[in-house]
């Protein structure tokens, strides 16, 4: 199966720290995505990447940015962390041509900024 | 108007009923689909494709009707088990390749 690691399953941090949560993926999937689940709000994608060293923004990138530096890594940090940032932050990777294969999720992280 | 819609829910029902969801799409380019299920504070699952020609997986059924554009699934006999939030996702291709959008999904409590 298909595992996909998130370093820290809860993580509290303070206003303006820089935080940085870390995904790897071990089934050498082309694709890697950082979302954030709130209530009422659904999943909303930050950012993606299609290949190393690439990233692409999502729909709501303000106050974030990425890294992959390996294929299997993909990090999202946040520069300088807002309470409005507390959230369920969840990774996911496919393979290159993902139509029939889903997504895979990492357990997530819940981070709270306070 | 979103790009995925799904009832929110929650929708209670007693154990052994038969329960279906819905969900919306509004791009019609949308190539895939899927239904994705997630358990209180845990993360997404895939719980099945969804085909143009229907496909079921035991007490699970999934249709697609392209051209009203929207995707359904059926639960038969459901369990205790099957009490979560069912996510309705779609495949739609732009300029980067593949975007999956999420639907903000359905929320089933199975009662005893």
């Known amino acids: 199966d298909v595992k996909v690691t998130q370093s820290s399953r809860y993580l509290v941090k303070r206003t303006g720290e820089k935080v940085f949560l870390e995904c790897v993926q071990d089934m050498d999937h082309e694709n890697m995505f950082w979302y954030r689940q709130d209530p009422g709000l659904g999943l909303r994608l930050i950012y993606f990447s299609y290949d190393v060293k690439m990233k692409e923004k999502g729909d709501i990138p303000e106050g974030y940015s990425v890294s992959r530096e390996k294929k299997e890594r993909f990090s999202l940090i946040l520069e300088s962390a807002s309470t409005n940032q507390t959230s369920m932050y969840l990774c996911?990777?496919?393979?290159?041509?993902?139509?029939?294969?889903?997504?895979?999720f990492g357990s997530g992280t819940r981070l709270t900024v306070v | 108007r979103k790009e995925v819609e799904q009832d929110p829910g929650p929708f209670n029902v007693p154990e052994g009923a038969t329960v279906a969801f819905n969900c919306t799409y509004s791009n019609s380019a949308s190539q895939s689909f899927f239904w994705y299920r997630q358990d209180c504070r845990k993360e997404p699952k895939l719980l099945m494709s969804?085909?143009?020609s229907g496909n079921e997986d035991g007490r699970f059924t999934a249709q697609l009707n392209r051209a009203s554009q929207y995707i359904s699934l059926l639960i038969r006999d459901s369990k205790l088990s099957d009490s979560a939030t069912y996510l309705c996702v779609v495949i739609i291709r732009d300029n980067y390749g593949q975007n999956f959008v999420f639907g903000p999904g359905t929320r089933l409590s199975v009662l005893p």
């Open positions: 996911a990777s496919s393979p290159g041509q993902a139509s029939f294969y889903g997504y895979t």
């Open positions: 969804v085909y143009s």
